[in-house]
């Protein structure tokens, strides 16, 4: 009798509207520590991620304002960076790097956490694959020595590259997530992202072209990574309504579309990183 009215319990919390859609992702996962591990299981909910594990120094409950970046490295693996100071590593911010032992990052978790993360969602995983991209090239992306083979394509509201040598290389940028864009050479794109690396924020992508990418691929992006300094295209979305985060401005450096755009061309400037081929005209 017990057992049916818990069942009956069960049914009703799973018909109830509403209620089943508040779920949570739970994995069990390995912490990957700078000596040996410890086991637990990792629970992204809406609120945020919550590593429950019997070694008490390290489990905790964060929201998702709580973590400077959440990176999905790999189906199997995912890396948070909290503001908590890491006292081993003279305070810098410390990381937390877990290995799925279970299950896999799957798109539809990515998309949770991209919706969810309060700063740029690093991610290898694609959360969605809807519409078709305007533009493509096959690319390799350059590493320090060598490189790997993939796909650049650049959607109305994102920018892809899916290797196919190394998946955990592929990438997956709002146009509000992205620093700057630029081309050094007609075959060559190099893109700066907000992604934490050693030493600082602002991971590089470089990528060699294999094939030539649209000349007018190059004013599409630009004009949805930096649209207020893009007014004649009316068309672009704004990436800020498509994420409620802010829009980077950057200091263009040089205005390389000639004199006609000046003051706007500079609101708000941080750096002169950003350098972009002379395309006569382009700006007409
Ligand atoms: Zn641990
Ligand atoms: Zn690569």
């Given at each position: 009798?017990?057992?049916?009215?818990?069942?009956?319990?069960?049914?009703?919390?799973?018909?109830?509207?509403?209620?089943?859609?508040a779920?949570?992702?739970?994995?069990q996962?390995?912490?990957?520590?700078?000596?040996?591990?410890?086991?637990?299981?990792?629970?992204?909910?809406?609120?945020?991620?919550?590593?429950?594990?019997?070694?008490?120094?390290?489990?905790?409950?964060?929201?998702?304002?709580?973590?400077?970046?959440?990176?999905?490295a790999?189906?199997?693996?995912?890396?948070?960076?909290?503001?908590?100071?890491?006292?081993?590593?003279?305070?810098?911010?410390?990381?937390?790097?877990?290995?799925?032992?279970?299950?896999?990052?799957?798109?539809?978790?990515?998309?949770?956490?991209l919706?969810?993360s309060?700063?740029?969602?690093?991610?290898?995983?694609?959360?969605?694959?809807?519409?078709?991209?305007?533009?493509?090239?096959?690319?390799?992306?350059?590493?320090?020595?060598?490189?790997?083979?993939?796909?650049?394509?650049?959607?109305?509201?994102?920018?892809?590259?899916?290797?196919?040598?190394?998946?955990?290389?592929?990438?997956?940028?709002?146009y509000?997530?992205v620093?700057?864009?630029?081309?050094?050479?007609r075959?060559?794109?190099?893109i700066?992202?907000?992604?934490?690396?050693?030493?600082?924020?602002?991971?590089?992508?470089?990528?060699q072209?294999?094939?030539?990418?649209?000349?007018?691929?190059?004013?599409?992006?630009?004009?949805?990574?930096?649209?207020?300094k893009?007014?004649?295209?009316?068309?672009?979305?704004?990436?800020?309504?498509?994420?409620?985060?802010?829009?980077?401005?950057?200091?263009?450096?040089?205005?390389?579309?000639?004199?006609?755009?000046?003051?706007?061309?500079?609101?708000?400037?941080?750096?002169?990183?950003?350098?972009?081929?002379?395309?006569?005209?382009?700006a007409?």
């Amino acid at each position: 009798m017990r057992n049916i009215s818990l069942l009956l319990a069960t049914a009703v919390i799973m018909l109830a509207p509403g209620l089943g859609r508040a779920q949570s992702h739970e994995f069990q996962v390995e912490h990957d520590h700078l000596w040996r591990s410890c086991l637990g299981k990792l629970i992204i909910t809406e609120e945020g991620i919550e590593y429950r594990t019997e070694n008490g120094d390290h489990a905790r409950a964060w929201k998702f304002v709580e973590l400077k970046q959440i990176k999905i490295a790999s189906p199997n693996r995912l890396e948070l960076i909290s503001y908590e100071d890491d006292k081993l590593m003279l305070g810098r911010d410390r990381d937390f790097s877990f290995k799925l032992l279970e299950g896999r990052i799957t798109p539809e978790v990515s998309a949770r956490l991209l919706a969810k993360s309060k700063r740029p969602l690093v991610t290898s995983v694609m959360p969605t694959d809807e519409g078709a991209p305007r533009f493509m090239a096959m690319v390799k992306h350059l590493h320090t020595t060598g490189g790997c083979a993939g796909t650049f394509k650049v959607f109305s509201d994102r920018m892809t590259f899916e290797s196919a040598d190394k998946p955990e290389h592929s990438r997956f940028w709002r146009y509000s997530h992205v620093q700057g864009i630029s081309q050094s050479s007609r075959y060559r794109i190099e893109i700066s992202s907000f992604e934490n690396q050693p030493g600082g924020v602002g991971r590089d992508f470089n990528f060699q072209l294999k094939e030539e990418l649209s000349p007018s691929a190059y004013d599409y992006i630009w004009a949805r990574i930096y649209p207020s300094k893009f007014r004649r295209d009316a068309g672009a979305p704004n990436p800020a309504s498509l994420t409620g985060d802010e829009i980077p401005i950057k200091h263009m450096g040089r205005n390389n579309y000639g004199s006609s755009r000046s003051d706007e061309m500079f609101s708000a400037g941080t750096t002169d990183r950003q350098t972009f081929p002379q395309r006569g005209g382009a700006a007409g």
